[in-house]
């Protein structure tokens, strides 16, 4: 059976670092960190007080009060950087069968906000019976983000969401690639949103001890690989991609700014939230992804790392990188987004894959900022991209991402090439 090759025509993106894929872009490059104390919430009782939060941003410009109350903020974050990704596409969706554009969107936590504020409420104003919004249901429940861009668009094909922690809109991604390569779709509009940041969250991270407590220091606190490392720093936000069929891409005329050729998942199998210490969930990933590519371990020149900056978490995805490239590690130019816009849990995949996207098409490697001191478990012959950006020749790279569970997804981009 002839596979279908897949490309991405369109990109939008909503961060803690950029309210558009141009603003996040050029931060990345110059190094910003979107880490400021919390401003959804007071925080000033939690143990740790700032997060990575999306600023200015204004549903309203994207929909009406009456529609924008019956949602959650993760589906508003889906629904702007959804429009930027059409728009940027140059999708004339009035030309185009919607029956062969779908939509797979990921996220890890869907509407967990309004059921955090509206069970609050409930016990702070107490009652005899509940007496809860008659749009919360359809505001949690995480597929609903997916729903509402089909609506809003009038895309009539395969729609659901992924839910796999961190890794949701990789897996998004992935099925995204698989559907259109099988000819079940021509567009989806894939990716992922979170908008985790509110009290219970919080709170739960703390008593993890996942997240880190450099609350003196925010914009330093996310430190991938750097000894003094604590832990991750909690985003939010949304990315969004359009892929096609390449030929539903050219008879079209659209500008191509990537091709994916291969997806590999795996399972840790280990512990519930700890990776395997020696990385093997991870490396299983990326020998499955680049299989499918059908390429050599040796074409890979970038990885943008899953890099969370937590204690266990960056040694076993380095672990599985040495395991499965060897000495070709030595070769391969290494960063991590996270330290700069946070972690944003389902939506990291998506975000970091655009990242990954404009690398490719620029030759520009955003750098991982906040390091001080190597932590003397990485060895430091290893090409670390460090504070500054590096211009390196990018033919083709892995995108990975881990989520609770054990569950590990990692995307091959190449070059577009006719």
């Not at 509110?198 to 996310?222: E, G």
């Not at 404009?358 to 750098?367: G, R």
Request: glycine residues 8%; contains cysteine.
């Amino acid at each position: 059976m002839k596979l279908n090759r897949v490309v991405i025509t369109g990109l939008g993106s909503l961060t803690p670092i950029g309210n558009n894929t141009s603003d996040y872009w050029n931060n990345l490059l110059l190094g910003v960190s979107g880490a400021y104390p919390i401003q959804h919430f007071d925080a000033s009782q939690f143990k740790t007080t700032f997060a990575c939060e999306v600023k200015d941003f204004n549903i309203l410009n994207w929909l009406e009060q009456k529609e924008a109350r019956k949602m959650d903020l993760f589906t508003h974050y889906a629904i702007a950087c959804v429009d930027e990704a059409i728009k940027d596409s140059k999708l004339d969706l009035s030309n185009i069968d919607l029956e062969k554009v779908g939509v797979i969107f990921g996220t890890g936590m869907g509407g967990h906000t309004s059921l955090f504020e509206e069970s609050e409420k409930f016990i702070t104003e107490g009652g005899i019976a509940p007496q809860f919004s008659p749009f919360l249901l359809t505001k949690v429940i995480g597929n609903i983000a997916a729903g509402h861009i089909a609506i809003r668009y009038g895309f009539k094909g395969l729609n659901y969401t992924t839910t796999s922690a961190c890794a949701s809109s990789a897996n998004a991604i992935a099925d995204a690639f698989n559907y259109i390569r099988l000819g079940k779709a021509n567009v989806i509009v894939t990716g992922g949103t979170e908008a985790p940041i509110n009290k219970l969250s919080v709170a739960c991270f703390n008593a993890m001890m996942a997240i880190s407590r450099r609350n003196d220091d925010p914009s330093t606190a996310s430190r991938p690989f750097d000894k003094a490392r604590d832990g991750f720093v909690l985003g939010e936000g949304a990315g969004s991609l359009i892929l096609e069929s390449l030929e539903h891409a050219k008879a079209r005329n659209a500008t191509i700014y990537a091709e994916i050729i291969g997806a590999g998942m795996s399972a840790d199998a280990y512990h519930i939230t700890s990776p395997h210490p020696e990385g093997k969930g991870a490396e299983l990933a990326m020998k499955n992804a680049i299989e499918d590519a059908n390429i050599p371990l040796e074409a890979v020149d970038h990885i943008n790392m899953h890099g969370t900056s937590t204690p266990q978490g960056d040694i076993a995805e380095i672990k599985g990188i040495m395991s499965l490239f060897g000495q070709h590690a030595y070769q391969i130019k290494l960063t991590a987004v996270k330290s700069m816009i946070g972690h944003l849990l389902g939506a990291a995949g998506a975000v970091e894959m655009i990242a990954t996207v404009l690398t490719i098409k620029h030759n520009i490697i955003p750098p991982t900022i906040n390091h001080f001191e190597l932590d003397e478990v990485f060895d430091k012959n290893l090409q670390f991209v460090f504070n500054k950006v590096q211009k390196h020749s990018v033919n083709v790279a892995l995108s990975n991402s881990f989520g609770f569970g054990g569950q590990n997804t990692s995307l091959v981009l190449k070059k577009y090439e006719d």
